[in-house]
């Protein structure tokens, strides 16, 4: 009876039980479930509500009951850890981090329009912005025996998701072990998502959040955590998610030359008025709006914007989160843990006799990294790291 | 006679002590001192001697005796401390690093081909290699009473140097605390750079050296360390040394709307051949070389070079040490702490064809964040942060 279950579990669609998703979604691939919302809706707030978050599966969504759920925290001096949802929450501080995640791949659409790259053709949406709360990983390290001494032959934190692919293989990925381990590194088990339970696409019960890091890293439906010499042994650590140089193509490409993206380079995107929208000639001014982020927790300084496409610029102006309202700007945050995107406007004079405008945005992060002009010079045949200019 | 003594040096010129120079090198100011060597010799060793390592002074290079002087620690819980030279390498270990410094004006003349800009008309050598030893800052700090919840309040370190204007006024600057006191900051008060006492032009006996960060930050000849709520209020951490929109002109600037440039952004140059250099037809292949580094201790994971201004491109290769040779390739530098850039080299086949070729490089650091194509969309006022395409 067991196994006749098990036959036709194994005999099903894997994707059947993936929770229902907003309609508004633009769906880049239903199985796996990869979806980015309308552009226009990142702008409207500083926190993008979770059913608007954009979506990144990479194989079907397991379902994992909170109550037997457990985490194995293994290569510490200690031994084996495992603890139950109930203990992360009640053995460990909750900790809140308001973070943005961005998809390797945001972008992508752009360097396809240059040349074929492999991958899911995002547009500019691969990116949202949430709070998160949970426990430290750090502290979750430190309880199952992480002491300093641990990095002399200890350099990389790696995450099993629960998550499987038909073999039983399941998402892994892992991240630089300072960065796990790191006071100002910020790392959580987030359990919370928005104040709530994190939803099914996001990773219920446990995911990681690794804030300035790739997307990738943030491993969802949490299973198991190692602390080890090596990276993570997974395809997505070791043979994608990686960035080369356009003249190199599937022929050439040795994966092992180019470090796994971690953190990200300095990123912004116009999100009104949408690409080709036509604008009032009536009217007196533009109102241009956008996002711009940097990983690893550079703060975006500055958002340059030319109507021009690129020969004169203005500064936008960069908006608050939404409590600027009501409890005056948030204090800037503290220097490399900008976790969290800015919202950015700009509201210009129409140029008087303009057929044709052609609105450029460029953000500048407070390590004073620039965009690239052009997407050619950054064309990789993955499609990775898209972040010239947006215009 | 000492009235009269002292008369006698204020009316002298105060450079007249102004220690003896290179003559290979190139001067852009011959008071204050600022000069830089040929491109050439930047990429014939790793470390750079230190005659030829480039010098950047903003006023007199102060005379100090070295038994007489005495480094003030303020700002602290455990009240001011004194230290003497003998202190500093005695109570502390000794901590080496190589770090590479650069100039936040490297490379202005580009910027100033495009439009004026105000400042030292800087080449591409603005840039060198040393090893530094010294004591931390971090355990200098401790030992003058820091600790951690000292960062509620305090959240820079100012310095102050021994060199002074007419005035009076002394260079000074600020970092982050956080950097200042990270482990992994490696912020040395040094004493010796490239294993002999600091230079007089590099700051005999003791000076900062902030790996990853601007020039303008490693203070040299340090009088004095502040512990503050505060960034230094000196004139170079306020109204200089910093970034602005292309836009941005003398009659709009507010130098309080940018942030003092600390880490500095991706940067590459070609040392040879030389700009405008003839190539040997007769030859079948020519040899590029040149120099990438980044700052906040992002490692430079590629240089993407170009013989066709920037249509085509090929993956240099990074060179390693001088002790490559001798030793092996050095170890990868831990992530966040690669201080010192990478040399690289390309030896390709000559184009047959080419009457001109046009040689472009670009390097990717380890948070893949890539240099700006071009030259006027980064234009500043100040000509700082100059780093498209090297061509
Ligand atoms: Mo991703
Ligand atoms: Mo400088």
Redesign the pocket.
């Known amino acids: 009876d067991d196994v006749k279950k098990q036959q036709s579990v194994v005999s099903s669609d894997p994707y059947s039980s993936d929770p229902e998703r907003h309609p508004v979604l633009h769906v880049n691939s239903l199985k796996p479930f990869n979806a980015e919302p309308p552009p226009e809706i990142l702008s409207d707030s500083f926190i993008t509500p979770s059913p608007f978050f954009f979506k ?1 599966n990479h194989l079907p969504v397991p379902q994992v009951d909170p109550a037997s759920y457990r985490l194995q925290v293994e290569g510490l001096p200690g031994g084996a850890l495992t603890l139950s949802l109930q203990d992360l929450k009640t053995r460990f501080p909750k900790h809140t981090v308001t973070a943005t995640l961005q ?3 945001n972008r992508r659409s752009e360097m396809n329009k240059v040349k074929q790259v492999k991958g899911l053709n995002w547009g500019i949406a691969a990116i949202s912005n949430a709070t998160w709360s949970g426990a430290r990983l750090r502290d979750v390290l430190q309880a199952a025996g992480y002491r300093a001494d641990v990095a002399q032959w200890a350099r990389h934190v790696q995450f099993e998701g629960l998550d499987k692919d038909v073999t039983g293989t399941t998402y892994g990925a892992s991240i630089p072990l300072n960065k796990a381990v790191s006071e100002d590194g910020d790392v959580l088990l987030a359990y919370e998502m928005n104040g709530e339970d994190l939803p099914a696409d996001h990773g219920f019960p446990v995911r990681v959040v690794v804030p300035g890091t ?3 890293r943030n491993v969802k439906w949490l299973g198991r955590i190692m602390v080890s010499a090596e990276e993570s042994g997974s395809h997505w650590q070791q043979n994608d998610y990686k960035g080369f140089s356009p003249g190199t193509d599937w022929d050439t490409v040795d994966f092992k030359s180019a470090p796994a993206i971690q953190e990200l380079p300095v990123q912004s995107a116009i999100t009104a008025p949408a690409d080709g929208a036509a604008v009032d000639r009536s009217a007196e001014t533009l109102t241009v709006k956008g996002y711009a982020w940097s990983g690893g927790g550079r703060e975006v300084v500055r958002v340059d914007v030319s109507l021009d496409g690129g020969k004169t610029w203005q500064a936008a102006r960069l908006r608050g989160g939404e409590e600027e309202q009501q409890h005056g700007p948030r204090p800037a945050p503290p220097p490399g843990r900008a976790w969290a995107w800015k919202l950015w406007e700009l509201e210009a004079p129409l140029p008087p006799d303009a057929q044709r405008m052609e609105i450029v945005c460029k953000a500048v992060d407070n390590s004073y990294n620039m965009q690239p002009d052009s997407v050619p010079p950054i064309w990789n045949l993955r499609g990775v790291l898209s972040n010239a200019w947006h215009r």
Do not use: D, L, T
């Open positions: 990144r998809c390797a791949g790739v997307g990738a």
